[in-house]
T-cell receptor, first 113, second 111 residues
C-alpha cells in the first residue's frame, strides 16, 4: 500500500462528458503529480502541484485541468471527453525533495464509450 | 528534451539472473529511478541512483554510469512474481525535477 488513494477505481462514460478524478496523497507529502498511461504511450506526465500551487506542466490538454486543495488532496478534471482519452490515470505524491521517489496510487481506469 | 531507451520485452527462466538496460540522453542529470509495474497496477519504487556505481537491495541491484548515460537493473533468483514491466525514469537537472519515464521493459519469467 503506497498510501496514495485514488477514486474512483473505474469510470465509464460517453464522449463529450466531463469527469473528475480524485487523489489523496501520502501523509506528509506536499507534492502531487498526475500521469496518463495508455497502451501505446507509456506513462505521460500531465501536471504537478506543490502545497497548493501549480509547479510544472507536461503534456496536459487544454480540456484537462487540475487543482490541489488546502488539505493537499487533488482533483483532475477531464472535459469534452474523446475516445482517445481512455486510459489509466495515476496520481503520485512525494515530499517534493529532488532525491525522493514518487509513490503512485492504484489509478483510475477511464473508459470512454 | 530527454530520450530514454529500454528493450520492449525480455524473457527469463525462474531462478535465473536478468539484466534490464536503460540508456538515456538528457540535458543535465539529476537522478535515475527504477519502478516495477504489474499489469493494470500502480508503479512501485525499486531504486534510485544519482552517483556512479551499484546499489544493491536484496535480489534487485541497480547500476549507473553517468558518463555513458547508462543504467541497468539486475534481478537475481528470479521468481514468477517478478513478471512485470520495469520502468526507467530519468530526472534532469534544473527546472521542476519531474522524471521522464521510459516506455518500460516487459519481463516474462517462465518456469
Amino acid at each position: 500500500d503506497s498510501g496514495v488513494t485514488q477514486t474512483p477505481k473505474h469510470l465509464i462514460t460517453a464522449t463529450g462528458q466531463r469527469v473528475t478524478l480524485r487523489c489523496s496523497p501520502r501523509s506528509g507529502d506536499l507534492s502531487v503529480y498526475w500521469y496518463q498511461q495508455s497502451l501505446d504511450q507509456g506513462l505521460q506526465f500531465l501536471i504537478q502541484y506543490y502545497n497548493g500551487e501549480e509547479r510544472a506542466k507536461g503534456n496536459i490538454l487544454e480540456r484537462f485541468s487540475a487543482q490541489q486543495f488546502p488539505d493537499l488532496h487533488s482533483e483532475l478534471n477531464l472535459s469534452s471527453l474523446e475516445l482517445g482519452d481512455s486510459a489509466l490515470y495515476f496520481c503520485a505524491s512525494s515530499t517534493g525533495d529532488s532525491n525522493q521517489p514518487q509513490h503512485f496510487g492504484d489509478g483510475t481506469r477511464l473508459s470512454i464509450l | 528534451g530527454q530520450n530514454i531507451d529500454q528493450p520492449t520485452e525480455m524473457t527469463a527462466t525462474e531462478g535465473a539472473i536478468v539484466q534490464i538496460n536503460c540508456t538515456y540522453q538528457t540535458s543535465g542529470f539529476n537522478g535515475l529511478f527504477w519502478y516495477q509495474q504489474h499489469a493494470g497496477e500502480a508503479p512501485t519504487f525499486l531504486s534510485y541512483n544519482v552517483l556512479d556505481g551499484l546499489e544493491e537491495k536484496g535480489r534487485f541491484s541497480s547500476f549507473l554510469s553517468r558518463s555513458k548515460g547508462y543504467s541497468y537493473l539486475l534481478l537475481k533468483e528470479l521468481q514468477m512474481k517478478d513478471s512485470a514491466s520495469y520502468l526507467c525514469a530519468v530526472r534532469a537537472s534544473g527546472g521542476s525535477y519531474i522524471p521522464t519515464f521510459g516506455r518500460g521493459t516487459s519481463l516474462i519469467v517462465h518456469p
